[in-house]
């Protein structure tokens, strides 16, 4: 369910982080209900706004074992680069794994989408919501850094829509389009018609 009632972040821990993509400061937070942990990447000075910001949500197939049935990795990977080169921003990367219906869920979609059923007919078959992400906990979370006015790196309308709703500015959407494979045109397809994402490359 999205725009949930008001939820309570704490920040529990912080340190530095040196990356192949860059160096960062890794936060965790805690999001209630629910006392899910969010991991926030920061560089450097981010009082000046608008934010570079990106909103990443779990994607253990595509993120930890490289699949290639999304977009995923090259997204993560493609926004740290774009972070660092940029000189400052933010990464929030979100507990909510497989749109956020579970990574158990996802790999049954998974196995119908083996059969030609797209990404949001497959959720459907398993009466799952299509896409039950939020992004009030990332708009917490931007609001506890003090801010209020960003650059969001996004294919997603809904993102916008979200942070909006929730006191976020979006000054200026930044495409983060990436080159389709074999394994992920469909979905990528998928996600450009039926979710309304802005991608030309499908």
């Known amino acids: 369910m999205k725009n949930k009632s008001v939820q309570k972040i704490t920040k529990r821990a912080s340190a530095y982080l040196p990356t192949k993509y860059g160096n960062f400061q890794i936060s965790i937070y805690n999001s209630k209900p629910g006392n899910l942990e969010q991991v926030v990447l920061t560089t450097g000075n981010i009082s000046k706004q608008p934010v570079l910001v990106r909103l990443h949500s779990q994607c253990f197939t595509g993120d930890t074992l490289l699949s290639l049935r999304c977009d995923c990795r090259d997204q993560l990977v493609k926004s740290m680069k774009m972070i660092t080169k940029n000189g400052s921003g933010i990464l929030i990367y979100l507990n909510q794994e497989g749109r956020g ?99 030309t490359k499908v």
């Open 101 to 199: 219906i579970g990574l158990l869920n996802k790999i049954k979609t998974y196995a119908l989408q083996e059969k030609n059923i797209d990404t949001v007919e497959a959720n459907r078959r398993l009466r799952l919501a299509v896409d039950a992400r939020e992004y009030q906990t990332a708009a917490g979370i931007l609001k506890t850094l003090g801010i209020t006015k960003i650059n969001l790196l996004t294919n997603n309308p809904d993102k916008i829509e979200q942070l909006e709703k929730n006191g976020i500015t979006i000054v200026k959407r930044i495409p983060l389009e990436i080159t389709p494979n074999k394994f992920n045109k469909f979905y990528l397809s998928t996600k450009k018609n039926k979710l309304g994402h802005k991608l």
